[in-house]
């Protein structure tokens, strides 16, 4: 186990920069050790997102939409913002139904990540989505999002897939495999659901 410091001294912050999305603050620290310095991190909205692994007839199913940040078609699981008065789980179904028009019987919660601490404070729930069914709700998404099924028995090959690179599903795409690796869950048994 790694000795823990002492948390630094936040000695003053101050907003230098602000969007509909964002709010980057330059943040003086005061260290243990006396040493001080400025960081800036970035403050997205405090409501938490979410993003669902789902497994539907052998099958994980992928979302094909356009991110802004690459300029690119990415390949990715399902994901979105919680919205107020929502908790992680409500968000997950929501979600699953606006991005690829199903719902599911059982989600199962696997962690929450971090994406760049250093700074940011942005966090992301982690789910898997099983039984599924088929249900359709309004999303906010400028055009429909592309769903691709992609075999579970051949998820490896999906590492390969240059469109499939974001962190956050790859972190998704392993926790998955171990939670259906350590459960009562069988590779087998989903691949003998379909038949």
Known sequence: MTQRHTKPEILHTEVVAKSRLFQIEQVHLKFSNGVERQYERMKGGSRGAVMIVPIHQGNLLLASEY??????YE????KGLIDP????IEAANRELQEEIGFGSYQLTYLKELSLAPGYFSSKMHIFVAEKLYPSRLEGDEPEPIDVIPWPLSDWQSLLDNVD????RSV???FLTQQYLSSS?????????NVK
């Open 184 to 192: 009562t869950h069988s590779l087998s048994s989903e691949v003998d």
């Open 171 to 173: 972190s998704a795409l």
């Open 67 to 72: 991110a802004a940040g690459t300029d690119n």
């Open 164 to 167: 499939f690179s974001e962190s």
């Open 85 to 88: 008065g929502e908790t992680a």
């Open 75 to 78: 390949l990715g699981f399902p």
